[in-house]
């Protein structure tokens, strides 16, 4: 009995030897894993060892480089910052030239021959200087005169208003715009539609008409 049992014992592996070739275990591939991961790490400990070499080779150029982008950085900013300043300008410049000649149309195209001095002085108002000239030879000689010999009463009213075009001091507008007139050879109220093209301009922080054309 001691025989078979030590010569079982002989044909055994030693503990460790068993272990060491464990078939769930492949020393190459362990060790191919192992240099990858050593091969992967050189090479960004590498990437990391240029990148700060340049830096450090070159301080002058690093800095250079990040005080351009900086610079671009403020640049871009600067120039959005400055569209939507624009941007808000227009937007108020187009409620107040909107609201201005809401006002000031039916004053300039409305008029009563029994004060019409009164009504065309008060429509000037309204008027640029350049335009104001013009608009008061008109009147002065052909408006004025065919009211009070006709007895011709007019009343203007806006009808809808829209915004070609607009910037912090000019804007033109497209109107549509009722005319109700009486007179001698109007037993009846007549009434006529037209379109205007109005331009306004900002003068000394008031909106005026600087042109009105009927297309």
């Known amino acids: 009995m001691s025989k078979r049992t030590d010569s079982t014992a002989a044909h055994e592996p030693p503990t460790e030897a068993r272990a060491t070739t464990n078939p769930g275990t ?17 090479s960004v400990m590498q990437w990391f060892s240029r990148a700060w ?32 300043h ?15 000649a809401t006002a000031a149309v039916p004053d300039v195209l409305s008029y009563n021959y029994r004060t019409i001095d009164d009504d065309l002085a008060r429509a000037k108002t309204h008027l640029t200087g350049d335009f104001a000239r013009q608009f008061g030879q008109l009147t002065s000689q052909i408006v004025a005169p065919q009211a009070v010999q006709g007895q011709i009463t007019t009343r203007a009213e806006i009808a809808a208003t829209s915004v070609v075009e607009a910037d912090r001091n000019r804007v033109v507008e497209l109107l549509f715009v009722n005319q109700t007139t009486q ?22 922080n008031q909106w005026l008409i600087q042109n009105l054309e009927p297309i």
């Open 26 to 42: 492949n020393p190459e591939s362990a060790a191919m894993s192992g240099a990858h991961a050593r091969e992967t790490g050189r």
């Open 53 to 84: 070499g340049v830096g450090e080779a070159h301080p002058r150029l690093l800095l250079g480089t990040w005080t351009a982008l900086l610079l671009l950085v403020v640049i871009g900013v600067g120039l959005l910052g400055w569209q939507r």
């Open 86 to 100: 624009l941007h808000n300008q227009a937007e108020e410049a187009r409620q107040q030239a909107t609201e201005a």
């Open 183 to 204: 007179g001698l050879n109007l037993p009846q109220p007549r009434v006529d539609g037209s379109r205007l093209v109005l331009t306004m301009e900002k003068v000394n």
